[in-house]
């Protein structure tokens, strides 16, 4: 029988290894990478900055959040701010069964797999502590690595539009998580000044 480590590193090989199908590539360093599966690899190392001693729980929801997001594309829902809500909810529906049905595979008992599915369909956002921490983790992987193309992909957005972006952003936040966006990460240069106008009419 596998042991609580072995476990926990199987859950993640193979959420790694689902993510690492995504058509979709990124380049860092030179090297095309799957979208999904570096997300996935910089939530884990930015859990493990932020929050060294998070639970199991965190760091198996951490690592799976966005599980073979491409595919349930945002194109396939109207683009109207209804559209976006029912595809971020089936998104999260998506990715917590998918987890959920890996967890289970690789010897996890319900109590867990509902732990982590909980986290993934961020329930409890502001009551539970470790949904507010996920939620903290992936506004500082948005910051620190997506907000410039995000940036990059809205020209037709103003200062004003952006600040009230990041503002958005910085509510959902814990005050440690906000702390953490100011002094952990390395925000992008030209962007780091627009992100402290944003915050500080917070």
Not at 110 to 123: G, H, I, P, T, Y
Request: include cysteine; hydrophobic fraction near 45%; proline fraction near 4%.
């Amino acid at each position: 029988m596998a042991t609580d480590s072995d476990r926990f590193n199987l859950a993640l090989a193979r959420f790694d290894e689902a993510n690492a199908a995504d058509p979709n590539t990124e380049i860092v360093d030179g090297q095309a990478q799957p979208k999904e599966l570096l997300y996935a690899r910089r939530m884990s190392a930015m859990l493990e900055r932020y929050a060294p001693h998070a639970s199991e729980a965190v760091r198996l929801a951490a690592r799976c959040q966005h599980i073979r997001r491409w595919e349930i594309p945002r194109a396939a829902y109207p683009m109207t701010r209804q559209g976006y809500k029912e595809w971020r909810t089936r998104l999260m529906r998506f990715h917590a069964d998918l987890a959920g049905a890996i967890l289970r595979e690789v010897g996890y008992d319900e109590a867990m797999v509902a732990r982590v599915q909980s986290l993934v369909r961020k329930e409890g956002l502001k009551v539970n502590p470790e949904t507010q921490l996920l939620e903290d983790v992936i506004a500082l992987v948005f910051l620190e690595s997506y907000l410039g193309d995000f940036v990059a992909r809205h020209g037709d957005y103003d200062e004003a539009k952006f600040i009230d972006i990041l503002r958005k952003t910085w509510q959902k936040m814990s005050a440690q998580g906000r702390a953490a966006a100011l002094r952990l990460i390395t925000l992008p240069p030209e962007l780091a000044a627009v992100v402290r106008k944003a915050v500080g009419g917070v």
